[in-house]
């Protein structure tokens, strides 16, 4: 069974995946949207009304008082008290909830800058005592996405039955009109538009959350979504591809020690122009954007982007099934398992992983033992050839890129096939 701290991982994985994906938001919060009230600088919660997140409008179509949560609208965390907005939406249910109310939650927008902690929900879902949820009688989670089933996923256990019943998942803003006066939603400008690209993508007969693929044919230079097979014949037989030798090669000089390094996320513009530089064969200097953390999602973004993962297809049912291998025999089971792999797989994994284990070497101060690493690259190095990793394929994943990492020098100690590089 999947445990908390591995759907909490995913949890993080994932939104950091649609902040490096699908883009966002900048490094601010949105303007409070068009109709919301100011609220006066005498309010007792000023600090935290001011910034429009939390909004009581009209009622919906069953006379239920609707209240708005708006996530676009969060500032960033340290510019935020959290325990204060938990103060701020009891002060505010406390007005509504001896009768009947909703609330709509537009959950775009957030962002590892300004989310709340896991452990911030739970305490604020146990301080919702029975009289906040006897009276909802609706919750609508507008737009969600993987990390929001994550999250439910966690809360389970913690839920009730009926109060799971109140939820509704709600994919566009004409959703809504089956429930609620939409004339009466005061909705964030950024939430609109999000909402207009979903639409315009779903008429393409595509989902933002799908890669778009190169150009066909891809151009002579192109680095991204095309195969490691593509890129070597393009680029004089070289066994590493460009991005992830440049990456490494900058990331061991300049990030090793760096806190959290593979955890945060860049500006996704940023990311996008360097694709964009790499793409057309242009020189990419990291140092001139004075951010570790810009190479790092590159890297990332580069193995996420592959048509077939570094680990391969084939390899994915074998890599599941280390789960049902004994503790003592694993490390010799991975061996086996990546000496199996195409010579120009194992070459690249090896020289990754190897990279990989150099960091972990600095966990004390990066905090980014064999473990974290394995929960970040776990999912960029291995996917099934159907839809993405379920929550049940995420634990052997993680094992086994932990396995990888940790015990690099025997894993891969004694292949030695033409060719090979060393970081």
């Known amino acids: 069974m999947i445990s908390t701290t591995d759907l909490e991982q995913l949890a993080e994985i994932e939104l950091q995946k649609e902040e490096e994906e699908q883009g966002c ?10 109709g919301s009230l100011n609220p006066d600088t005498s309010h007792p919660y000023y600090d935290v009304a001011r910034h429009g997140i939390l909004q009581v409008t009209g009622d919906d179509n069953y006379g239920r008082k609707l209240i708005i949560f708006s996530s676009c609208c969060l500032p960033p965390s340290h510019q935020l008290n959290h325990r204060r907005l938990l103060e701020y939406l009891k002060y505010t249910l406390d007005q509504y909830v001896e009768m009947d109310y909703t609330v709509v939650y537009f959950h775009y927008g957030l962002r590892s800058s300004n989310k709340p902690s896991l452990r911030w929900l739970r305490e604020a879902y146990n301080e919702f005592d029975r009289k906040y949820k006897k009276n909802l ?7 969600p996405t993987n990390f929001i089933r994550i999250v439910w996923n966690i809360f389970k256990p913690l839920i009730s039955h009926k109060f799971g019943k109140k939820l509704t998942y709600v994919n566009y803003l004409a959703e809504l009109r089956d429930h609620l006066n939409s004339d009466q939603l005061i909705i964030p400008p950024d939430v609109l538009r999000h909402d207009e690209r979903l639409r315009a993508a779903q008429k393409h007969g595509s989902s933002p959350s799908v890669k778009t693929p190169p150009p066909r044919p891809p151009l002579p230079t192109q680095q991204f979504g095309v195969s490691l097979q593509y890129i070597r014949e393009k680029n004089k037989d070289a066994m590493i591809p460009p991005v992830i030798s440049q990456t490494v090669m900058y990331l061991k000089e300049k990030g090793l020690r760096t806190e959290g390094i593979f955890r945060r996320s860049a500006r996704v513009q940023l990311i996008k122009d360097v694709q964009k530089l790499y793409n057309l064969g242009k020189p990419v200097s990291f140092e001139q954007y004075g951010d570790v953390h810009v190479p790092a999602v590159i890297l990332k973004t580069f193995l996420r982007e592959l048509p077939e993962p570094l680990l391969t297809f084939p390899m994915y049912d074998q890599v599941l099934d280390i789960v049902k291998v004994e503790s003592s025999l694993r490390v010799t089971r991975c061996k086996e398992i990546v000496e199996s792999l195409p010579e120009h797989n194992f070459i690249v994994l090896k020289y990754l992983l190897s990279f990989l284990h150099m960091v972990s070497l600095e966990s004390i101060v990066n905090k980014m033992s064999p473990s974290n690493l394995a929960c970040v690259f776990g999912v960029n190095l291995l996917w099934p050839p159907q839809g993405s990793v379920s929550l049940s394929a995420l634990t052997p994943i993680n094992i086994f890129t932990e396995i990888l990492i940790e015990h690099h020098d025997t ?3 004694s292949r030695h096939p033409a060719g090979q590089v060393t970081p």
């Open 411 to 413: 894993v891969f100690g």
């Open 137 to 143: 009688k609706a919750l609508y989670v507008v737009h």
């Open 25 to 34: 938001l900048a490094d601010h919060p949105s303007t409070p949207p068009t």
